[in-house]
């Protein structure tokens, strides 16, 4: 089993930045897949970004492409999420997760642990 925290989130103006963090604990030593989804009330879960392990691979979604970044210290058991130049239409509650596949990674269903989950709203 893996628990993920998640913090950092909040409310931010157009234009801001926040740091999103993800601490793993439990079964941690494999050091997982990690990954960020949100989700806007109602809407699907969406695919923010995925690393791996060795963090040298990377992906995030189009969406966010140029203004999110992904990163883990894998001696911290952390994944963060560092989110600039944000806009209104960013505002979700975002999920950590890991463990993943590697293909099919958009698709929420294909992970196995999720965090509880962080409000970030952006007002115009």
């Known amino acids: 089993q893996v628990q993920l925290v998640e913090s950092g989130g909040g409310l931010v103006q157009a234009g801001g930045s926040l740091r999103l963090s993800c601490v793993a604990s439990?079964?941690?030593?494999?050091?997982?897949?990690m990954g960020w989804f949100r989700q806007a009330p109602g809407e699907e879960r969406d695919f923010v970004a995925i690393?791996?392990?060795?963090?040298?691979?990377?992906d995030v979604a189009e969406s966010v492409k140029g203004r999110f970044t992904i990163s883990r210290d894998n001696a911290k058991n952390t994944v963060y999420l560092q989110m600039n130049s944000l806009k209104p239409e960013d505002t979700a509650v975002y999920y950590c997760?890991?463990?993943?596949?590697?293909?099919?990674?958009?698709?929420?269903?294909?992970?196995?642990?999720w965090g509880q989950g962080i409000q970030v709203t952006v007002s115009s």
């Open positions: 997760a890991s463990e993943a596949p590697m293909l099919g990674y958009t698709d929420y269903r294909t992970w196995n642990y």
């Open positions: 439990g079964r941690t030593q494999i050091t997982p897949t």
């Open positions: 690393i791996r392990r060795s963090g040298a691979i990377t």
